[in-house]
């Protein structure tokens, strides 16, 4: 038996047992969980102490029986979900881990709540989730709770938290005098509006600090007076807070979504495995509770009609000699998040197709974009390696507000560019055309044949406008992703309704960017003026963390870190929010003071296929109206990059995407 275990049998038997605390699931939770792992590595040997010993940010772990004797007084039942306000270390969340389904626990120091997740997840708690917030305002997306206990002394008890319990539920606080002895108060809830309550005793706990707990000491007070409420704590308030993509409640989400029958979702980097992830949750309950039949995103048709596909086990035309998302950004797609998606939209279609329920998968984006850029560079660089540098250089500012000084010495460009141009329209026609006739061929219909000469027109055009450097190329692109999407519905019949996947930039409205200054509109706009109330547009964010992207369009995919926003950025704003991840309803239910503080135009962060963080306010930032943009934002503070699908063995990407046979 090791040192631990027998100090933590001693522990039970002399704090616990002889205390007269004889409840069983908690002596067992008590022996289960190595409190030595919850306290810092110095004190490890003080363990099993009968005391209180310190942590991070000035904060304690409790006593260890005044822990038991809290979570004893829950009186929690094996499939209780409960909430725990003060995760500290995260040992009281183990103990309650142990003997109930579920745990939601909230701590309002940002480093105890990192480290008690990352404790809790190497110790294999799988059934623990820590939220970075006030935890006075309990956690409403994921009420109600069979149990509240709140570690932290308050000067009552916060009505919130009271409204978050289930009927039947019980409440234990600690209430009283921060400084002073506190009552441990149990509070059942006996219906709606019937509460119950018991005294249980002495205690003393560290202060709880919140909107309806104590106020924090901060010397600038009366500077916070003067100026009111901040825009962070008025966002805060108005948020639904979660911790990660497959944990989220979405229910609310769905209610504010309502009737729409179009609902765009966004990503601002290509790069980022949470958007991916947070917009197939999001696809997954519109398919499931709401009837959405299509998916249809910012990809290559021939691209999306393999997942289509293999969506529906059909097999895509074997005369298809490049596997798709082969080109330059394959990661955008062919990463582990969206095959994770993928099989679940296959396994949905093998259970719901014989029911007419089965979802369609298609790609909006100008046909073969990336590919045809691609075979154009290849054609440029053996006729002209100067004249395909600079279309490099061009292509690899494919966002509207770009603005590399290089684009403006345009003169040469074009010059140079127009003794080429006949033969770049034809490689890119004949590419175009190969393609078409595949898909077509394949049985996976493109509709018609029309549609396929106004893709031809619209490609051909949108690269024009693009060497020509003239500001339309943006609207083209989107215009056809539009079409696209109009021709989708329509073969798809009227009660169809469709999630589209896009970049930020494509599907917030561009009315409330620097994009309509220059003239330009985009897919996101379109939508909203034809399809008015029955559309909702989801922007997304991030402050920093890891991305995959490139330094220089065609480059290799790299591993880049994202830097911290920009103070002047809505991002900024929310990575000062006192908490890590939100949905922020930005249309429906909006305070009209929040509303007022993001209406002020700020900057908003775009990163595409391409990262540069070295010249990161010039070419990765523009203004936006946030409220106007979106009807609801989410923010992810830390993001990670999307996990590629590997070149194991030379083979293409897309073997190791099963959609091949
Ligand atoms: N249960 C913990 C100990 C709790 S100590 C353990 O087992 O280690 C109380 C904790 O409550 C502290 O970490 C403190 O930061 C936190 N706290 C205080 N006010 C809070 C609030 N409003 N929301 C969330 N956590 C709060």
Redesign the pocket.
């Known amino acids: 038996m090791s040192n631990f275990a027998e100090l933590k049998r001693q522990m039970i038997e002399y704090q616990m047992v002889a205390r007269g605390l004889r409840d069983k699931a908690v002596l067992n939770a008590l022996s289960a969980v190595p409190r030595e792992k919850?306290v810092p590595s110095e004190l490890a040997e003080f363990a099993y102490h009968d005391a209180p010993l310190p942590?991070a940010?000035q904060?304690?772990?409790?006593q260890p029986y005044v822990?038991a004797l809290m979570i004893s007084a829950l009186q929690l039942q094996p499939d209780d979900r409960v909430l725990?306000?003060?995760?500290?270390?995260?040992?009281?969340?183990a103990i309650i881990a142990e003997i109930a389904a579920q745990v939601y626990s909230?701590?309002?120091?940002k480093v105890?709540a990192d480290s008690?997740r990352q404790r809790l997840l190497a110790l294999g708690y799988e059934n623990i989730q820590i939220l970075f917030?006030?935890?006075?305002l309990g956690w409403p997306i994921q009420a109600p709770f069979d149990a509240i206990a709140i570690?932290?002394s308050a000067p009552e008890i916060p009505q919130a938290l009271l409204q978050q319990l289930a009927i039947g539920g019980r409440l234990v606080i600690p209430v009283g005098n921060e400084m002073h002895r506190q009552s441990l108060l149990r509070i059942r809830r006996i219906s709606e509006d019937e509460y119950q309550q018991e005294d249980l005793g002495g205690v003393h706990?560290?202060?709880?600090?919140?909107?309806s707990?104590w106020e924090e000491q901060r010397p600038k007070r009366s500077l916070k007076a003067a100026i009111g409420i901040s825009a962070e704590e008025l966002i805060y308030q108005s948020s639904e807070h979660f911790t990660s993509p497959s944990e989220v409640c979405l229910d609310k989400l769905l209610q504010r979504i309502g009737d729409s029958s179009v609902v765009l979702l966004g990503e601002p980097s290509h790069g980022s495995a949470e958007f991916c992830e947070m917009r197939a949750r999001i696809s997954q309950e519109l398919i499931e509770k709401k009837g959405f039949n299509i998916v249809a995103v910012e990809a290559d048709w021939p691209d999306a009609n393999y997942i289509n596909h293999y969506i529906h086990s059909t097999a895509p035309d074997p005369r298809l000699k490049n596997p798709p998302f082969s080109r330059f950004p394959n990661w955008m797609w062919a990463n582990q998040s969206m095959l994770k998606f993928s099989r679940w939209l296959q396994d949905y279609n093998a259970t719901f197709a014989d029911n007419g329920h089965s979802v369609g998968f298609y790609g909006l984006d100008l046909y073969s974009l990336n590919s045809s850029i691609e075979a154009v560079l290849a054609y440029l660089d053996s006729v002209d390696p100067t004249t395909a540098q600079q279309a490099r250089v061009r292509y690899g500012c494919l966002t509207p507000w770009a603005k590399d000084p290089t684009l403006y010495v345009q003169a040469r460009l074009t010059k140079q560019y127009k003794k080429y141009e006949k033969d770049v329209l034809a490689i890119l026609r004949d590419r175009l055309k190969s393609r078409l006739n595949y898909a077509h061929a394949d049985g996976q219909r493109y509709f018609s044949t029309e549609q396929n000469t106004r893709l031809i027109a619209d490609a051909e055009g949108y690269y024009k406008t693009l060497y020509y450097a003239e500001q339309a190329s943006w609207s083209q692109r989107d215009q056809h992703m539009f079409n696209t999407l109009q021709s989708v519905l329509s073969f798809h019949g009227k009660d169809s309704k469709v999630i589209i996947w896009g970049h930020n930039s494509h599907i917030g409205d561009a009315r409330a960017t620097q994009m309509s200054a220059r003239g330009e509109f985009n897919i996101g706009q379109l939508v909203r003026e034809q399809y008015r109330g029955s559309a909702y547009s989801i922007g997304f964010g991030t402050d920093h963390g890891t991305v995959a992207a490139s330094s220089e369009w065609g480059g290799p995919m790299e591993i880049k870190q994202l830097q911290s926003a920009h103070i002047d950025s809505y991002e900024g704003l929310c990575h000062n929010v006192a908490t890590d991840n939100f949905l922020l309803p930005l249309s429906k239910p909006i305070k009209p003071a929040l509303r007022k503080r993001l209406l002020a135009e700020r900057l908003e962060r775009s990163v595409g296929a391409i990262y540069q963080p070295e010249s990161e306010l010039q070419n990765h930032y523009f203004y936006s109206c946030l409220p106007q943009q979106f009807d609801e934002y989410i923010w992810f503070d830390e993001t990670r990059a999307v996990e590629p699908l590997s070149r194991a063995n030379g083979k293409s990407l897309f073997e190791s995407f099963p959609f091949v046979a």
Do not use: K, M, N
């Open positions: 919850f942590l940010a904060q304690t772990i409790s822990a725990e306000v003060g995760t500290g270390s995260g040992y009281g969340a909230v701590e309002r120091h105890l008690a917030g006030d935890g006075t570690a932290a706990f560290v202060p709880l600090i919140g909107a707990g």
